[in-house]
């Protein structure tokens, strides 16, 4: 066996403390450190917001049934368009629609008025549904300015949902709600709620709606 110099045997005996500490270092085994809960998880949409069913084109269609109300028929539905829809080019679709709480025979229904293939921003678009819609709720006898609109789940279609009500309105809780993705854009007036339970009710109506 080779007898080492004291400079050897010191180098020997400094590289295997070294290996040794490494070894137990917590900052080593740092250097790769597991993924946190946190970071894996799933953080909710907001309000506004483009989910991956929303990137593509979508189109409107009446629906016999939209949120479990049901489209009124007959002499006393909705037969003409009373809100300008906007400029209408080929390809586009206009529905409007009134429709039934279940079991309603009287009374006020849900208007419902929306636009597909949006040519310009759907946004924009929603905008010119909106306020001609809150002229008609008014009977174009605006005195003010309606409360601000309030964004609300938009539900899986994503884009934008928001509503607000019409306070200066004769009939003050009545609300308009309003929605707009990727190529569509719709508003509903709805007597006598209030924005969250239109909301949740015209989030609803989109389902069937939209396709």
């Known amino acids: 066996m080779p007898i080492r110099g004291p400079r050897t045997l010191l180098a020997t005996i400094a590289l295997a403390t070294t290996l040794t500490l490494t070894a137990c270092d917590p900052a080593a085994e740092a250097e790769a450190p597991p993924a946190s809960p946190a970071s894996s998880a799933t953080v909710s949409a907001p309000a506004s917001s483009t989910s991956p069913a929303a990137s593509g084109k979508r189109t409107l269609a009446e629906a016999a049934t939209a949120g479990g109300l049901t489209k009124a028929t007959g002499a006393g539905a909705v037969s003409d368009v009373p809100v300008d829809p906007g400029e209408m080019r080929d390809g586009m679709h206009l529905v409007v629609a009134d429709y039934n709480h279940a079991g309603q025979t009287s009374g006020r229904r849900i208007l419902f008025i929306g636009v597909d293939n949006v ?16 002229d008609y709720a008014l009977q174009n ?9 309030k964004p609300y789940e938009p539900g899986p279609f994503g884009g934008s949902l928001e509503c607000l009500s019409l306070p200066e309105s004769a009939n003050a809780t009545d609300v308009i709600c309003g929605w707009s993705d990727t190529t569509t854009a719709a508003v509903a007036l709805f007597p006598r709620t209030t924005p969250d339970d239109a909301a949740r009710l015209f989030a609803a109506m989109r389902a069937d709606l939209e396709h």
């Not at 040519?119 to 809150?134: F, S």
Request: aromatic content about 4%; proline content about 12%; overall charge positive.
């Open 119 to 134: 040519p310009e921003d759907p946004n924009k678009r929603r905008e010119h549904l909106w306020r001609g819609l809150i």
């Open 141 to 149: 006898g605006s005195t003010g300015t309606p409360t601000t609109a």
